[in-house]
């Protein structure tokens, strides 16, 4: 009498369902950090991701699932409290048995201060070293040359006093302060290589029957990284030099990454919609200096857009850093900064 065997298909799904019962519960606060942990974790499990895909980061309302995954949580990545001031009563209200990373908090990690003056007057004037390295905190050791750019005293330069358009264009003195960080370090593709080694090693230690699975794809995605970082500068290169505006500041890291600055930005932050004052010196920029294109995202009104555009010839698309038209998963990381260099070489 010969003996059945199983379908590989059942058998695969049998063996993985051991292997996920086994794996850390782990939760991600959005979809790009969601990615690189999915990606370090394939083979052994599936994190949940705390914030719907299109949904702002900066302000959002738990579900009960979500909050759920919070509760169960072995391990949380976020960027942290920079980017969800909100989250952070509920990580420790929730998961106060887990252990949290925040990436903006990773040795290694590159960080930049939030630029105040919406219109980037140091890339304005082609002075593209200007701009933005300001604190790199853990930069030692990490192999970028960042300190030669002489961005150190950025934030002491620049005086509230100095900058009076604030309360002229209707914005209450500036929502982010001086030395304030740009929460929007995952659009540094050095960062997410960073980030990678960070979660291998949070997961390694919660979970070392698996710690050569974790390392093992984390070394595979950082060298998908640098392939990408090639793909997207030779993406760039044709319509390198060509001037664009963004909705609102959230891409200097990828600025930096790729050396290509943007302009300014319609809005100091997304806090808020940008004043009829704002947006005429947005309109006069972009007539008077030739701006090629302005780009909007699709969490924001893109009347805006529309009405920023009005009276110019710039040409305009959309960009998105959150990856909110994207399947959540190991490949949207990626697809997001491929998307965003794409976008840009077809609108300039």
């Given at each position: 009498?010969?003996?059945k065997?199983?379908?590989?298909s059942?058998?695969?799904?049998i063996m993985?369902?051991?292997?996920m019962a086994?794996a850390?519960?782990?939760a991600?606060?959005?979809?790009?950090?969601?990615?690189?942990v999915?990606?370090?974790?394939e083979?052994?499990?599936?994190?949940?991701?705390?914030?719907s895909p299109g949904?702002?980061?900066?302000?959002?309302n738990?579900?009960p699932?979500?909050?759920?995954a919070l509760q169960e949580?072995?391990?949380?990545?976020?960027?942290?409290g920079?980017?969800?001031p909100?989250?952070?009563?509920?990580?420790?209200?929730?998961?106060g048995?887990?252990?949290?990373?925040?990436?903006?908090?990773?040795d290694g990690?590159?960080?930049?201060?939030?630029?105040?003056?919406?219109?980037?007057?140091?890339?304005?004037?082609?002075d593209?070293?200007?701009?933005g390295?300001?604190?790199?905190?853990?930069s030692e050791?990490?192999?970028?040359?960042?300190?030669d750019?002489?961005?150190?005293?950025?934030?002491?330069?620049?005086?509230h006093d100095?900058?009076?358009e604030?309360?002229?264009?209707?914005?209450d003195?500036?929502?982010?302060?001086?030395?304030e960080?740009?929460p929007?370090?995952?659009l540094?593709?050095?960062?997410?290589?960073?980030?990678?080694?960070?979660?291998?090693?949070?997961?390694?230690?919660?979970?070392?029957?698996?710690?050569g699975?974790?390392?093992?794809?984390?070394?595979?995605a950082r060298e998908?990284?640098?392939?990408?970082?090639?793909?997207v500068?030779?993406?760039?290169?044709p319509?390198?030099g060509?001037?664009?505006?963004?909705?609102?500041?959230?891409?200097?890291?990828f600025?930096d990454?790729f050396?290509?600055?943007?302009?300014?930005?319609?809005?100091?932050?997304d806090?808020s919609?940008?004043s009829?004052?704002r947006?005429?010196?947005?309109?006069a920029?972009i007539?008077?200096e030739?701006?090629d294109?302005?780009?909007?995202?699709?969490?924001?009104n893109p009347g805006?857009i529309a009405?920023v555009?009005d009276g110019?010839?710039?040409?305009t698309?959309?960009?998105?850093?959150?990856?909110?038209?994207?399947e959540?998963?190991a490949?949207?990381?990626?697809q997001?900064?491929r998307?965003?260099?794409n976008?840009?070489a077809k609108?300039l």
């Amino acid at each position: 009498m010969s003996r059945k065997l199983l379908p590989l298909s059942i058998a695969a799904a049998i063996m993985s369902g051991t292997a996920m019962a086994d794996a850390p519960k782990v939760a991600v606060d959005i979809a790009p950090v969601h990615s690189l942990v999915t990606r370090v974790m394939e083979g052994v499990g599936i994190p949940d991701l705390i914030i719907s895909p299109g949904a702002s980061p900066h302000e959002y309302n738990l579900r009960p699932s979500e909050a759920s995954a919070l509760q169960e949580a072995n391990l949380v990545f976020w960027i942290g409290g920079d980017l969800t001031p909100w989250l952070e009563g509920a990580v420790e209200t929730l998961s106060g048995g887990a252990t949290v990373t925040a990436l903006l908090e990773s040795d290694g990690t590159v960080l930049l201060d939030i630029r105040e003056n919406a219109l980037f007057e140091a890339h304005y004037h082609g002075d593209h070293d200007d701009h933005g390295h300001v604190d790199h905190n853990h930069s030692e050791g990490d192999g970028h040359d960042h300190d030669d750019h002489g961005h150190e005293d950025h934030a002491k330069d620049n005086n509230h006093d100095d900058h009076a358009e604030h309360d002229e264009h209707g914005h209450d003195d500036d929502e982010h302060a001086h030395g304030e960080r740009d929460p929007h370090a995952w659009l540094s593709p050095a960062n997410a290589e960073v980030w990678l080694n960070s979660i291998a090693a949070q997961l390694s230690a919660a979970d070392p029957e698996n710690a050569g699975t974790y390392f093992a794809n984390a070394a595979a995605a950082r060298e998908e990284m640098a392939t990408l970082s090639a793909e997207v500068t030779e993406t760039l290169k044709p319509v390198r030099g060509r001037s664009f505006i963004v909705f609102h500041d959230a891409y200097q890291y990828f600025e930096d990454a790729f050396d290509f600055p943007a302009s300014g930005a319609v809005s100091l932050s997304d806090a808020s919609d940008p004043s009829p004052a704002r947006i005429a010196e947005i309109q006069a920029r972009i007539r008077e200096e030739g701006i090629d294109c302005v780009m909007s995202e699709p969490q924001f009104n893109p009347g805006i857009i529309a009405t920023v555009l009005d009276g110019t010839d710039a040409n305009t698309g959309v960009i998105d850093p959150l990856g909110s038209d994207l399947e959540p998963g190991a490949a949207l990381y990626p697809q997001i900064i491929r998307n965003m260099a794409n976008t840009l070489a077809k609108c300039l």
